[in-house]
Structure formats: C-alpha cells, structure tokens
C-alpha cells in the first residue's frame, strides 16, 4: 500500500536548505525511518515528489512557506534468509516470542546489513512463520532496540499478535524499564526529562534535542552512584528513537561507551573496550505488556549482561 505525505515548509526556515536535503531530514522526522539523501533523489527523480503541485529538482532551494507532496511506492520487499544464529529465549508461544538480545546485534536488516540481524535468527528459528509488518523487510518487529543496545525485545509470530503488540506499544499500554550506567552525576535523583526529539539536522544517523521534533518523556531514577558515574533506571512514555541516549546526554550525563551521543572519556571504541563493554551500557531490562489473546499481563525481567554487570561490580 502507498504512503502519501503533505508537508508544509517552516515560514522561519533556517537557511535556504536544498530540497533533498530538506526532504531526507523531515521525512526521517515524520516516519521515524531513515531516509538518505540518495533515496530522496530517486523519489523526485522519478516523480513522486511535487513542490507547490509541480515536478521538481532535488537541487532546488527552499526559502520557506513551499508546499510538497510525496507519494512514497509500494515498499519491494527483499529475500530474507533464514540463518542459524544463536538467540536467548525467554519466553516463547504460538504468538509471539520474548528474546534477551545480546549488544552488538542489529535487529533487523538495513542498509549495509543485508543479514546476521536477529530477523535472519528468528525466520530460522520460528521455520519462517513470521508476520510481515506494513509490507517492509522487518518481520514480526513491533518495536527495536539499538544495535549497542542489550535486553528485552517482543517478537510477533503472527498477525494478531502483530496488530495487538503494535496497538499496546502506540498506546502506550506496553511497560519498557532500562538501567543505564551515566558518566556524570546527575543533580536529581529521579526526575522527568521532557524534550522534544527529532533528526538532527545536519548528521541524518543521529538524533538531537529539536523544539520540532516528537514529544519525548523519559522518567530516571539513580539506583547508584560512584563518583564519576551514576546507574540509573529509565522508563519510557514515549519511545522515540535514541531516546534515553539522546536524553541522558542532554542532561551533560551521557551513557557509558556510547560513541554516538557520549563526548566524554567514555565515548569511543577504544574506551568501551577498555572497560571491557561489547556495547554502551545500557540494557532493557523489564518488560510489561498484555496477551494478544489470552489478555493475560505478562511480565519479564532480564539480568544484566556479564560485561555490563562486571563494570558495575569493578566500581
């Protein structure tokens, strides 16, 4: 099925920014999927996009109040293999599957990640029985955790189980709690960080602070603190993506070895793995959500990882 999207160019647009560019920063906004300039180019080039009801060029440059229409195509989706890749199961029925997620795995195939993500594990291991979800190339996924990113992650087994988990997850019905180890001491010991997030607008891969972005809220809680670092457990009311990593580092106390959004000493590979990290330190460890069928609530806790826990006990 085609996407269709009417967007309004900001009056106060900051610059005169290229068309393509616009594009690619705005769309990734509203879909919360990436789009890379490229993409957006074959979208004009081939004529689905149209400025002010006229074809356009991607090197067009905007000055604010323009008017665009994008007819996205009929998504064409890839062969996906089936491979024999070890996963942590922790719960698993007829409807959906519950899986402890180690760092360091993608979840679902990408750009440059055509296999080894936990889809191409799951096909195998649930014989290829997975539901297509709204026609892409992420059978069964529901919600994702970041490829650094280790703990709990519901799969879909079937439709039903889809159409529910996704309608739990937009509703905000489904409980999500992560623990974070921070670089920094923060100045409360719980709080509500309530900052819109959105692309940033020069680097499509990141996130950032953005008064146009998705509204964002992540509630914290210190469990512990050293005197360089502070572990703390996150619940999200909204799942945006990069949230408690974009955040945490907003509040000056980004996560351990994340080498995205941490600018401190803990923020690149070469620290990460001096602390002994496969990933940054940061685990979803509860989970909370109803039986698509049965209706039953259904709660799971997941461990922290050996490399996270150990760094806990080394402080």
Known sequence: MNERFELKVEADLDGEPRLDQYLSMR?????????????????????????????????????????????????????????????????????LIVIDKEAGQVVHPGAGVPDGTLVNALLKHCAGNLPGIAGT??????????????????????????????????????????????????????????????RHKTDRKRMAINETGRSAQTYFEVISSWPKYCLVRCSLKTGRTHQIRV???????????????NKKSTGSMVARAKLGLIGHALHATYLCFSHPISGLLLEFEAKLPADFQQLIDSL
């Open 27 to 95: 769309l990734s906004q509203v879909t919360e999927r990436e789009f890379s300039r490229s993409s957006v180019q074959k979208l004009i080039e081939s004529g689905d996009v149209r400025l002010n009801q006229k074809l356009t060029k991607a090197g067009l440059r905007l000055s604010g109040g323009e008017e665009i229409t994008i007819q996205m195509p009929a998504p064409v989706e890839l062969e996906l293999k089936a491979q024999d890749i070890p996963i942590k199961v922790v719960y698993e029925d007829d409807e």
């Open 137 to 198: 190339i992420r059978p069964g996924i529901v919600h994702r955790l970041d490829k650094d990113t280790s703990g709990l992650l519901v799969v879909a087994k079937t439709d039903r189980a889809q159409l529910s988990l996704s309608s739990q997850i937009s509703k905000r019905e489904a409980k999500r709690v992560y623990l974070a180890l921070l670089e920094g001491k923060l100045e409360q010991g719980s709080g509500l960080v309530d900052k819109p997030i959105g």
């Open 247 to 261: 955040h945490m580092a907003s509040l000056n106390c980004p996560v351990v070895g994340d080498i995205v959004y």
